[in-house]
């Protein structure tokens, strides 16, 4: 799925960003360190309100899950259709020509079916909730392949730019995809249909970082609503879309703590009329 390289750079954009903290211990003259004084026992109140925002992580992170295995499920009756037809067509007609066809579309549809297995088993298998050296441009890869067809459907034009030898970042690569694919949702859902979507994964010009670059060609965000978009429970969405994702305020939000997590940054800029752009930095291994 490839579309031409040239995308509108917003211009005149409204920006936010956000990055997880990173703080040194407290140093005094001389560089020795400085105890800091013990933390005071948390209150009832604030012991709830922790509990509350564990709660709230977990039901993010299985509300991501759910996502996930819903695309999957998706994608896999569609796949699974191909094949009862073409399996159909090769029954009905005994000619080598059109049982040659059928058995060439059953034969791309079952390899396709593998590589969706494939990306569900790395979210079980292959990849750990621990911060890791991870492959980034693997994690594009398979999510693209559970948003194939959703992206066919709108005649999303997506362009891939991963640039040779990029370095690995220290991820889980679970909670990236989680990203990922939420960022990627609500491209699809901004452009509409017929625009153009690109995925960018870079080293960063200092070196340090790996950076990710989700950027649509939609309707954009209007600068008064961007400082609120990481905030928990709001949506510029009156609800789900047409394929029942969307509309619950909660991906943005979790896309930002998971990032604060891993000690990067994530930064969106964007122009009404031209496309949203998310940049997403994360320490390289």
Known sequence: MNAPNAMPTPAATASRSTSGTNDSPATLAGGAPCNAPSAAPLSDEQQYIQHLKAHLRQSQSMAALGELTSTATHEFNNVLMTIINYARLGIR??????????LGKILD???RASKITGTILAQARN?????EPTDLGAIILDTLVLLER???????SVTTEIQPGVAKAIASGNQIQRVLLNLLINARQAIGEGGELLIRLANSDDNQSVEL???????????ATLPQIFDPFFSTKNGPDESGKGGTGLGLAACKEIVDAHRGKIRVESTVGVG???TIRLPRA
């Open 127 to 131: 990849r750990s909730e621990s911060f």
């Open 276 to 278: 949203t752009a998310f």
């Open 150 to 156: 959703e992206m066919n459907k709108y005649r999303v």
């Open 93 to 102: 007609n005994r000619d080598d020509e059109s049982r040659d066809k059928a």
């Open 109 to 111: 549809a079952a390899e």
């Open 213 to 223: 670059v989700v950027r649509d060609s939609g309707a954009g965000i209007p600068a």
